[in-house]
C-alpha cells in the first residue's frame, strides 16, 4: 500500500507503459516469489516420484513368481510304511522325507525333457521351494490314495532361480553367491525353453502366509491384509459412534465453560501425542491389566482407536460446525426438541464431514506401525485368524508390520515381497483416500 | 436409536469376550533377532508337519525377550526367550520375584560373527583381534604405557598390510546380544594381545576396571553403533566402500555376492570352521522355556523338542544350511529337553 502510493506521486514524471524502477523491483519480487512456490511444488512432487519409483522398481516384480512344472512320484514305501493308506499314520513321514521325493522328479522331468544337467541332488533340492514339499505332503495327507501314483504338480522355484527370471540374479552375481550357481541358472532356462518353468501372476502373495527366512518365494501378505482388516473393522465399530457422541455431545449441549475448555485442549493435544505412547498404554491396560490376548488385532484395534478417536472427534465438530445455524433454528422453531433438531437435521447434514474425517483417520491408522510393536503383533505369524469375532483374538499382524519384518530379513529376495507390501499398502490407502474424496464431493453441501 | 443401543451391547460382548478368549492354543516365542529366522524356520516346519498351529515368534533383542520372559508365569506372558546369550543372574533374579522359577535352557548351535566389508571396496582380507582393538579402543598405551587417545585413523598406520583407508567399521549396538560377543571374543582379546591390558593393570587398576577400560570404544564417529538389524549395517557398508561391518554369518552367506569376509587369526568363518573351534569369534545360541507351561500350552513340549531334533538342528538340516553351526552336542541338549532338566 505504501509503495504504490509513493509510487503514485511521481506518476506524472514516468510513462505508463517503462515501468519505472520501483514498479520493476515490486514485479520481480513477485516473479520470484513465483518461482519459490513452484520450486516448493517441484521438490515435493520430485520427491514422490523418486518414492513411487523406486518402490514400483523393487516391488512390482513381487507380483509375479516363478514356477516349475514335474512328475512326482509318489513312492509308497516311504510314505506310507505301514501300507495302510490311514491319513493319521502317514502324519508320521515328516516333510523332510518328502523332499527327495520332489527332487526325483525334477531329476526325472529334466530327463524326459532331454535336457542334459551337470548339477548334483543338492543343487536340485536348491531349485525347489521347501514350501511346495509341505504343500505336497498336505496334498497327499488329503488324499492318500494318490500314494503309489506319479502326479504332475506346479512347484514354487526357490527364491534366487525366481530372482533370475525378474533380473534381480544374474549369472555375474550367481558365481559370487553362495545360494545359487550358474549351472542351476542354465538348467532353468533351458526348463523355460522346455516350458516346464513358467512365470505368471502371483495370486499367492495376496493371499499366502508370511514365510520364514529360508522360503521368500512363499512369503506372502493373507494373514497381514486379514489383520488389517480386523483392526480396522475394530476402530471403525468403536471410534465411528464414540467420537461422533462426544462431538455432538460437546459441540451442540454442553455447556462453555472451564471443563469443556480443559476436554477440548486435551483432545488437541491427544491429537499430537506420539503413537508409540498409544502402544505403551496398550500394553499396561488392555494386555497386563484387562488380560486380552497378546499379538491380537482387538488389542491392536483398541490401541488404534485411542490413537483415531482425537482425529474422529475434531472432524466431527468441524462439520458440525459448518451447518449453519439457521437449520438448528427452523427446527427448534417448529417445535423440534434440541436432539431431534441435531439427529434429525445437523447429523445428516453433516455426515459426509464425518465420514472423510472417519476415513482419514482409518487410513492414518492402517499406516501405523510403532503402536503394534509393543503388543506383540510385529511377529512371525502363519496361522490366519478365524472369522470375526472369534478371530479378532487370535494372532495375526498387519501389513505395514509386514513390510518392517521383511525389510529386516537376511535374504535380498525379501527387499522385492516388501516392495510389494508397501504397492498393497499404498493401494489400500488410495482406495480409502479416493472414498473419502467422492463422498466429500458427491453429498457435501454449502451453504 | 435403536440401532445405535443395538451397537452399544455388541461392543459390551466384544469386551466382555475377553474372560472367555484367553485359552491359547500356539505357542508364543520372543527374543533375540539373531535367533529369530531359527526359530521362524523351525516354527514353519512344525507347522507344517505337526497339528498344532504354528507357533508366533516376535523379535526385538535377547535382552527385551528375557524381560519379558520373567514377567510371570500364564497364558498372557510368552513362553519361549530366545537369547543370543546366556541369562543374566539379575534376569534370574527378576525371574524369580515373578514366580518363574523352573526354566529349562536350551542350547540349539552356535552363531560364527563375522567381519565383512563390500565385495568392490578395499582389500581386507585378514584381521586380528589385536587390530581392532587398536583401530577402535577410545584410549591407548603410547611406547611410555601411558593412556593417550587413539591416534589411529587410518587402516595402515595399524598395520601396513592393511588397506590405507581410513577407519570406519559398524559395530553392534548395546542392545544386541552380538555386542557382548565382540567385545569379549575381539576387542578385549586384542586388549590382551597387544599387551594394553597389562600396562592397565600394572598402573593399579583391578581386574574389572581393566575390562571396562579395554572395552571403551571411541566416539570420534569412526567406530559407528548399529542399533538395528544387519541390512541396516549393509546398507551402511553398501554407501560407504571404506567401512567394514559386523555380521552374523547365516546374513553374510545369503549376501555372498555383495560382501566379502575377512579372516579372523587366519580362519575363513565357515559353519565347519565354527564348529571345530577354529574360528574364535563365536557364540552358543540358547532358548528358554518355562518348564511350568510345558504342560498348559499345547505344542510347546513338541515343538521344543522338535527345534533340537537332528532332522532340524543336526548337520545336513535347514538350520545348518541357513547358517547355525550345529552343535557337535546336541543329544546332550535334547536329554536336557526329555527330562526337563531345570537351570540349577
Not at chain 1, 121 to 137: G, K, N, W
Not at chain 1, 344 to 365: D, E, K, N, R
Not at chain 1, 385 to 403: W, Y
Request: glycine share 8%; aromatic share 8%; with cysteine.
Amino acid at each position: 500500500m505504501t509503495d504504490a502510493t509513493r509510487g503514485n506521486g511521481r506518476a506524472g514524471q514516468g510513462s505508463l507503459l517503462v515501468s519505472d524502477a520501483r514498479t520493476a523491483r515490486r514485479n520481480a519480487a513477485e516473479r520470484r516469489f513465483r518461482i519459490y512456490g513452484l520450486l516448493a511444488v517441484s521438490i515435493g512432487i520430485v520427491a514422490l516420484v523418486v518414492l513411487l519409483v523406486s518402490i514400483l522398481a523393487n516391488g512390482a516384480s513381487a507380483f509375479r513368481q516363478t514356477t516349475i512344472r514335474i512328475d512326482v512320484p509318489l513312492d509308497a514305501a516311504r510314505l506310507d510304511p505301514s501300507g495302510t493308506r490311514d491319513p493319521a499314520a502317514m502324519a508320521g513321514v515328516t516333510t523332510f522325507r518328502y523332499a527327495p521325493l520332489l527332487r526325483e522328479g525334477l531329476a526325472a522331468t529334466i530327463a524326459a525333457a532331454g535336457i542334459e544337467a551337470e548339477v548334483d541332488d543338492r543343487a536340485l533340492d536348491e531349485m525347489i521351494s521347501d514350501e511346495s514339499v509341505a504343500q505336497l505332503r498336505r496334498h497327499v495327507l488329503a488324499n492318500p490314495d494318490l500314494v503309489g501314483q506319479t502326479v504332475p504338480v506346479e512347484v514354487l522355484a526357490s527364491g534366487r532361480i525366481d530372482g533370475f527370471f525378474k533380473g534381480r540374479v544374474t549369472y555375474a552375481s550367481a558365481e559370487l553367491d553362495s545360494n545359487v550357481t550358474p549351472e542351476q541358472l542354465r538348467l532353468a532356462e533351458e526348463l523355460r525353453n522346455a516350458e516346464l518353468l513358467r512365470t505368471g501372476f502371483n495370486w499367492r502373495f495376496l493371499t499366502a502366509p508370511d514365510g520364514s527366512d529360508t522360503r521368500p518365494e512363499a512369503a506372502g501378505l493373507g494373514v497381514a491384509i486379514l489383520g488389517s482388516i480386523y483392526m480396522m473393522l475394530i476402530v471403525l465399530a468403536l471410534a465411528l459412534p464414540i467420537g461422533v457422541a462426544a462431538s455432538i455431545y460437546l459441540e451442540e449441549f454442553a455447556p462453555q465453560n472451564r471443563w469443556t475448555d480443559v476436554i477440548e485442549v486435551n483432545i488437541s493435544n491427544l491429537a499430537a501425542v506420539p503413537s508409540i505412547v498409544f502402544g505403551i498404554l496398550g500394553l499396561a491396560i488392555f494386555i497386563n491389566f484387562m488380560g486380552l490376548p497378546q499379538s491380537a488385532p482387538i488389542v491392536g484395534g483398541l490401541v488404534l482407536t485411542l490413537m483415531t478417536l482425537p482425529t474422529i472427534i475434531i472432524a466431527t465438530r468441524a462439520a458440525l460446525k459448518a451447518v449453519p445455524p439457521s437449520i438448528r433454528d427452523a427446527a427448534l422453531g417448529l417445535g423440534a426438541s434440541k436432539m431431534q433438531s441435531v439427529l434429525h437435521h445437523v447429523l445428516p447434514l453433516a455426515m459426509p464431514g464425518i465420514l472423510t474425517g472417519t476415513i482419514i483417520g482409518l487410513a492414518q491408522a492402517l499406516g501405523e506401525t510403532a503402536p503394534l510393536l509393543l503388543i506383540g503383533m510385529v511377529a512371525f505369524v502363519r496361522e490366519y485368524p478365524d472369522a470375526p469375532p472369534d478371530g479378532f483374538f487370535d494372532p495375526a499382524t498387519a501389513l505395514p508390520v509386514q513390510i518392517y519384518n521383511w525389510t529386516q530379513r537376511a535374504d535380498p529376495a525379501f527387499v522385492e515381497r516388501a516392495g510389494g507390501a508397501i504397492i498393497v499398502l499404498l493401494l489400500f490407502l488410495l482406495a480409502m483416500n479416493l472414498t473419502a474424496i467422492f463422498l466429500r464431493r458427491r453429498f457435501e453441501r454449502r451453504w | 436409536m435403536g440401532s445405535m443401543t443395538g451397537r452399544g451391547a455388541v461392543l459390551a460382548a466384544l469386551l466382555c469376550w475377553a474372560g472367555a478368549a484367553v485359552a491359547r492354543d500356539q505357542v508364543q516365542i520372543a527374543g533375540s533377532s539373531t535367533v529369530l529366522p531359527y526359530a521362524s524356520i523351525v516354527a514353519e516346519a512344525f507347522g507344517d508337519n505337526y497339528d498344532f498351529p504354528t507357533p508366533v515368534v516376535e523379535s526385538g533383542g535377547s535382552s527385551a525377550g528375557l524381560k519379558r520372559f520373567c514377567e510371570g508365569l500364564g497364558e498372557n506372558t510368552i513362553d519361549i526367550a530366545n537369547a543370543s546369550r546366556a541369562i543374566r543372574d539379575r534376569e534370574r533374579e527378576a525371574c524369580a520375584a515373578n514366580g518363574v522359577t523352573d526354566i529349562i535352557e536350551v542350547r540349539i548351535g552356535y552363531d560364527g560373527i563375522v567381519f565383512a566389508s563390500q565385495r568392490d571396496g578395499p582389500e581386507f582380507a585378514d584381521f586380528t583381534p589385536s587390530q581392532w582393538y587398536r583401530a577402535l579402543a577410545a584410549r591407548l598405551p603410547d611406547e611410555g604405557g601411558a593412556m593417550v587417545p587413539n591416534p589411529n585413523t587410518r587402516w595402515s598406520q595399524i598395520d601396513p598390510a592393511l588397506p590405507d583407508v581410513e577407519i570406519l567399521a559398524f559395530i553392534p549396538g548395546t542392545k544386541h546380544g552380538t555386542r557382548e560377543v565382540f567385545e569379549e571374543k575381539v576387542i578385549l582379546q586384542g586388549c590382551e594381545d597387544t599387551g594394553a591390558a597389562e600396562a592397565l593393570a600394572a598402573s593399579g587398576l583391578d581386574e574389572d576396571a581393566v575390562e571396562d577400560a579395554c572395552m571403551s570404544l571411541r566416539t570420534d564417529g569412526r567406530a559407528v553403533d548399529i542399533d538395528g538389524d544387519y541390512t541396516e549395517t549393509l546398507a551402511r557398508t553398501e554407501s560407504d566402500p571404506n567401512g567394514v561391518g559386523v555380521f552374523g554369518l547365516s546374513f553374510y552367506e545369503n549376501n555372498t555376492a555383495r560382501l566379502k569376509v575377512a579372516t579372523m587369526d587366519g580362519v575363513v568363518p565357515t559353519t565347519a570352521s565354527i564348529a571345530a573351534g577354529d574360528y574364535p569369534v563365536a557364540r552358543p545360541l540358547f532358548f528358554y522355556l518355562k518348564k511350568a507351561h510345558l504342560d498348559a500350552i499345547p505344542g510347546l513340549k513338541e515343538f521344543a523338542t522338535f527345534f533340537v531334533s537332528d532332522d532340524l538342528a543336526g548337520p545336513g538340516g535347514p538350520l545348518a544350511d541357513y547358517g547355525l553351526v550345529p552343535d557337535p552336542d546336541l543329544a546332550e541338549t535334547q536329554a536336557v529337553l526329555l527330562d526337563g532338566t531345570v537351570m540349577p
